[in-house]
C-alpha cells in the first residue's frame, strides 16, 4: 500500500528545468529518503505534492489507508521554518492546531519534547535557528499525523539537536508514521531510512528498498556517487 | 474549517500582536489630531474670512469620515503588511501546507479586511461623537451628514480590499505600498485628468470609493457640488466583489 504515488510530475522555473517528469511510490509506514544535491528538485517536489508549488505536467495521489478516509493527516517542513514572530512558539502552534482541527491540549506536550517549553512564552522572533527548526518539527508532529515530510530536518541544528531529530523519526517510524524524509546529508539517510529516490538535476535516478538502491556498493555514499557520476549537465527545457 | 474557525484563526494570528495594538493605538491618537485640526477651521473669502463650527453636530460625521479617510493610509499600509508578510515569513505557504485551502485563506484576509473597517469606523464614530458633544450643534452644511456614518465603514472596506488585491500580487512589501499609493494617489488622478472622459473616469475604482465620502468644506465657501450617491455605491460595491474574486484567483494560481 503506497500513502503517496507521483506520475510524470515536471515543474520548470524559467528555463530551468527543476522537476523532469517524476515518478515516485512512496510505501505506508516507511521512512522514504528523497536525496539529492542542493537544485536537485526535492524541495520543488515535495512543494507541489504538498500542495504549495503547481506542477506544469504530472499528477500524485495521496492515499489515507485507513478505511473511510480521504486523505491522511501530514505534518511538515518545508525548506525553512515559517512562523509568525511576533508570536510565541505557543501562540504559533495554536495556529497551527485550529488549521489542522486538532485540540491545543497537545501543544505543551510538543514543546516539552523540542526542548523549548521554558522559552513558550517567548517571541518566536527571538529564537535561534536551531530553535525555529526544533519548533517546526514539533508543529509537524502535531495533532498525530499519519504522514510527516520533513525537508532537510537538520539544518540550523547542533549535532546534539541532530540526534534528538533522528531519534524523533525513529519514534515516528516506530509509531507506523510514514516519514518522507529530504536531505543531501546521505549518512543521515542512510541511517534512517528504509527506502530512498536519488534525483539530479530535477531526473528521477533511482528508487526504491534502500538495499536495493546500495546493491553491491559498501555504503550508500558509494552508490550515490555511481549514479549521479555523469549526470553533470543540468537538463533544460 | 468552518466560518467562525476561520476568524478564530485569523485572531489567533493577529491578536496576540504588539504591532497591531501599537498600530491601532497610533492610528486613534492620529485620528483624534486630525479632528483636532479642525476646532478652529477659518476659510479666507473674497467678502472675508469665515470661521466654521466643523466639529458641531450634524456636520462633524460627514468632517470626521473626510479627514479620516486620509489618516487611513495609515490603515491600508498595515493591511498590505499583513498580507506581505505572510509572504515574506512564508506563514501563508506554510498554511496551505498543513491544510487550509488556498480559498479559505483569502476569505480568513477578506475577513481581516472588514474587522479592520469595521475597528476604524468604531474609532471615528466613537471620536465623532465625542468631539459633536463637546462642541454642540449649529448650522448644517450637510443635511443628511449622519448618512456618513454607514458610508466611511464602505469606503474603508473598498480601499482595504484593494490593499489586499494588491499586496497578493506584489508580495513584497515596499513594492506593495508603492503600489497602492502610487495608484490611488497619482496613476489614477492621472488618468481621470489625461485618460478618461469624465463620464468614465468617476467610475474608476479610487474615484468610487473616494466619492462615497466627498470633501466636506466646499460647503462652507457656499460651493454647491452636484452629488449623487447611486452610481458611487454601486461601483464600489461592485469593485469590493471583484477585487475579493480577483484575489481568490491569483492566490490560488500562485506558487507559494
Not at chain 1, 518522507?180 to 529516490?197: F, G, M, N, P, R
Request: aromatic letters at 8%; hydrophobic letters at 50%; one cysteine or more.
Amino acid at each position: 500500500m503506497n500513502v503517496l504515488e507521483t506520475a510524470g510530475l515536471s515543474k520548470r522555473y524559467g528555463r530551468v528545468q527543476a522537476l523532469r517528469s517524476l515518478d515516485l511510490a512512496v510505501p505506508q509506514g516507511s521512512v522514504f529518503g528523497i536525496l539529492g544535491p542542493n537544485g536537485s528538485g526535492k524541495t520543488t517536489a515535495l512543494g507541489i505534492v504538498l500542495g504549495a508549488i503547481h506542477p506544469d505536467a504530472g499528477r500524485y495521489a495521496w492515499s489515507a489507508g485507513a478505511p473511510g478516509a480521504a486523505h491522511p493527516r501530514i505534518g511538515s517542513l518545508l525548506e525553512v521554518p515559517a512562523f509568525y514572530p511576533a508570536l510565541s512558539g505557543t501562540e504559533n502552534l495554536v495556529v497551527v492546531a485550529r488549521i489542522r482541527g486538532c485540540g491545543v491540549e497537545g501543544i505543551d506536550e510538543a514543546l516539552a519534547q523540542a526542548g523549548l517549553f521554558e522559552r513558550r512564552h517567548s517571541p518566536v522572533a527571538t529564537y535561534s535557528l536551531g530553535m525555529r527548526q526544533r519548533l517546526a518539527i514539533a508543529a509537524a508532529r502535531l495533532g498525530a499525523p499519519d504522514v510527516v515530510v520533513l525537508d532537510e530536518p537538520g539544518n540550523g541544528l547542533d549535532p546534539e539537536g541532530i540526534a534528538d531529530v533522528r531519534g524523533a523519526i525513529r519514534r515516528l517510524a516506530t509509531g507506523r508514521v510514514t516519514v518522507i524524509l529530504a536531505s543531501h546529508v546521505l549518512d543521515e539517510v542512510q541511517k534512517l531510512c528504509t527506502h530512498v529516490a536519488v534525483l539530479k538535476h530535477g531526473r528521477l535516478l533511482a528508487a526504491g528498498d534502500i538495499d536495493a538502491v546500495v546493491a553491491g556498493a559498501a555504503r550508500l555514499e558509494d552508490a550515490y556517487m555511481a549514479l549521479t557520476h555523469g549526470h553533470d549537465e543540468p537538463p533544460r527545457a | 474549517m468552518a466560518t467562525t474557525n476561520l476568524l478564530a484563526l485569523e485572531a489567533a494570528k493577529l491578536s496576540p500582536s504588539r504591532e497591531l495594538r501599537v498600530s491601532l493605538a497610533v492610528y486613534a491618537l492620529l485620528v483624534a489630531l486630525a479632528l483636532a485640526s479642525l476646532r478652529a477651521l477659518a476659510f479666507e473669502l473674497p467678502g472675508g474670512s469665515i470661521r466654521v463650527s466643523a466639529l458641531a453636530f450634524p456636520d462633524v460625521w460627514h468632517n470626521a469620515a473626510y479627514v479620516a479617510g486620509w489618516v487611513n493610509y495609515l490603515l491600508y499600509v498595515f493591511a498590505l503588511q499583513t498580507v506581505t508578510h505572510e509572504y515574506q515569513f512564508r506563514t501563508n505557504r506554510q498554511n496551505v501546507i498543513d491544510g487550509l485551502p488556498r480559498r479559505r485563506y483569502v476569505l480568513g484576509k477578506i475577513a481581516v479586511m472588514a474587522g479592520f473597517a469595521l475597528i476604524s469606523s468604531a474609532i471615528v464614530t466613537a471620536l465623532a461623537g465625542t468631539a459633536g458633544v463637546w462642541t454642540g450643534t449649529a448650522a448644517a452644511s450637510e443635511p443628511l451628514a449622519i448618512r456618513f456614518v454607514a458610508l466611511y465603514p464602505l469606503q474603508t472596506l473598498a480601499y482595504l480590499m484593494l490593499a489586499l488585491f494588491v499586496g497578493t500580487i506584489a508580495r513584497r512589501t515596499g513594492l506593495a505600498v508603492l503600489l497602492f499609493v502610487g495608484y490611488t494617489l497619482v496613476a489614477e488622478p492621472m488618468l481621470r485628468d489625461l485618460v478618461f472622459s469624465h463620464t468614465l473616469a468617476r467610475h474608476l475604482p479610487s474615484a468610487a470609493f473616494t466619492a462615497l465620502v466627498p470633501n466636506p468644506f466646499f460647503a462652507y465657501a457656499g460651493m454647491r457640488v452636484a452629488y449623487s450617491l447611486t452610481a458611487p455605491l454601486v461601483d464600489t460595491a461592485i469593485y469590493v466583489c471583484l477585487l475579493g474574486a480577483a484575489t481568490i484567483w491569483v492566490f490560488e494560481k500562485q506558487d507559494l
